[in-house]
């Protein structure tokens, strides 16, 4: 097991694990042992091969699924019966279907059930509506079904409804898995504007662009904490790779190619960047 | 639109039914249901005919969308337009084939219940059409609001039918992707038999309950990380405000089922 801890000290964690375990059946855990800790702001990347309990993971953070041991503190509160309620109230989750998670008839109806919850007044309600629907470019969809919605659309309308209800952490479990290329690379905008907002995000991804972005990898094996690190390290290590069945980003992939023709490029953090190395090699020709 | 998409649609133009509450909307169809069971004579029909056709069009929304609604049931009425034409034996005979025999009455009986049938259903698609699945519940919560001192639970009888309004389509269109899904590999239910069509659904409908109970898992979750409790306290954005024109629009109705009653 490789344990690079980039965030153990829980100075200012927002959500903290300790020897967390969760298991329908005891004798087959689904995750034995978790322990971690998020600080504020940070954009984690949740990976592993399916079936790793990734998503049995985020649904622990708010009580979705009853944890079957450990410890588990969520802004400063532990998270218990009498808990779970404020602490849901401070995380957000956007799931990988956005069908089914689409509780009104409309999108306006779907935003507002979050808030009639939160027992908020008129006045209240009708600002966070109109700024997150302006802020997801979503205004002018107010009145449609979720039918008449595409992928993107209803994936936005999934997240103005979370960040309306103004979670501090917001949980993204394989919410860009079921987007055409276009829609994930919006999504990605919205994430990288969530990260410059203070969000904390903890997002459950197979996709190499977007454990890029993110600040710090945990990646699960079999129902424990396999690695805990950078996304450099992370594309760095072939067989971390192939046991959570991902691919380097395409920069990475071709960096790599050119290094075995024997064209020296350093392996860049962006397209651009592999761009900027490449460019002078036009005119030294 | 979609036809799909019509079931529980509301279809906004801003028409002066669409601003009435929904309580005011629920009791003129409650009563509208009274006035065509009161409907015995064809001038009762016409009369019933002329006011329902006057009130869809002041919606703005084209009749089609109206006619479009009763367009399922026409199997069901043309059965119910037969068996009342067999079964009833009054008035005149109009057509004596043997010793079987057409009365005038089963006629006229069939015909009443194949027209009541028809404003039955396109003139309540009024309410769907002109208020939103959320007022729409909103409303029907308001009227059943009396009944919980027996213990009844307005609410979460309307939150039932609305996220069954709302997953209705979503159903539809997962049953279609399946059935292609069965053509394509060879089992096309519109070629087969009818015993074969059969033996077919019960391949359709095991694959679409598993995924209706697993939308539902996932509409719980959905539910549950908003912070959503049964019978926890909510606000509501949109309130219910009864008006004159409310107060107008059931007026409307009384009076209508005076006259049909007079006729």
Redesign the interface.
Known sequence: MKETNIVNETGDAVISLEGVAFGYDPEHPILHNITLSVPRGQWVSIVGPNGCGKSTLV?LL?A?LPKSAGEIVVCGQPLEEETI?SI??S???V?Q?P????????V??DI???????????DE??ER?KLYTEKLGISHLL?K????LSGGQKQRVAIA??LA?KPGIVIFDEASSMLDEGSRNELLVILQGMRDEGYTILMITHDADEILASDRVLALHGGSLAADLTPEELFRDQELLARCHLREPYPWQLARELQRLGIRTDVPASEKELIDTLWPYNYSK | MNERLLLGRSIETGSWVHKLDARSKITGMLLYLAIILLSHSWAAMGLLAVFSVAVMLSTRIPLKYFIKSAKPLRFLMLFIFIVQMLSVKEGEAWLTLGSFSLYEGGLRLGAFSVIRMLFLVTFTSLLTFTTTPGKLNQGLEGILSPFKKLGLKPDRLTMMIGLALRFIPTILDESQIILKAQASRGADLKELPLKEKGRMLVSLLVPVITSAFRRAQDLVYSMEARGFRMDAPRTRYHRLRWGTADTLFVVMFIIMGVAVAVL
Not at chain 1, 112 to 122: D, K, T, V, W
Not at chain 1, 145 to 148: A, T, V, Y
């Open positions: 649904k708010n979705l309620g849901r109230g995380i957000g989750m799931f279907n069908d089914n998670q689409f509780v009104g008839a409309t306006e109806e507002l059930f979050g808030l009639e919850g939160l027992c908020l007044s008129y309600m009708d509506l009145s079904h979720p039918g008449e409804s979370i209800m």
